[in-house]
């Protein structure tokens, strides 16, 4: 019987808003071609705004797997991505973060708004009780999470958090230099 390896996934979080500059557009759709030429099953929030629906789309059009999973009560305010892959609809939000939590193998944090925050605090929240040890990346386009990495320092200068948090947390300011920590983290070899 052959050894059927399993796709990598990365579950992303992001932004149902594009934001203010084109910046942020333009490192979502790079950070699509590259999970696609990669072979890396992107996981994220199923909508089709912003951020998230750039980088569904880039995945898809570069011929990626994508699953998208989206609550009940977010199908008419985010929309549905029905042609970037398959989709699964849960009944409400920690139902959609326990399925894209099963559903994928590290973290990965884009720029967003409080909903992203909260999705990639959880899963922090998770390392610090030992619930998780997943990895989990920031995509840091143009200093967008500067301040919170400040934020999490201080949670450890003033002994709120141990300093493996530090440690484990991983900052990129491109796709560039994200991509061979991914991989690495994920055991895939480079297509270069």
Known sequence: MKN????????????SKHGNSTIYKDATLELGEQLAKNEIK???GGGSLG????????????KGEVLGIIPKNLLKIEGINKNNGKIIITNDMHKRKKTMYENADAFLCLPGGIGTLEEV????????????????FFL?????????RVLLEQFVSLEFSDQD????????????TLIPSLLSSLDIPSKE
């Open 4 to 15: 059927i390896k399993k796709k990598k996934s990365i579950c992303v979080f992001c932004g």
């Open 51 to 62: 951020l998230m629906g750039e980088l569904s789309k880039s995945v898809h059009r570069n």
């Open 140 to 148: 840091n386009i143009n200093g967008y999470w500067d301040n919170f």
């Open 42 to 44: 992107l996981v994220y």
């Open 165 to 176: 948090l530090l440690n484990y947390l991983n900052f990129f300011e491109s796709v560039e």
């Open 121 to 136: 605090s959880e899963t922090i929240t998770w390392f610090q009780l030992k619930i998780s040890r997943k990895p989990i």
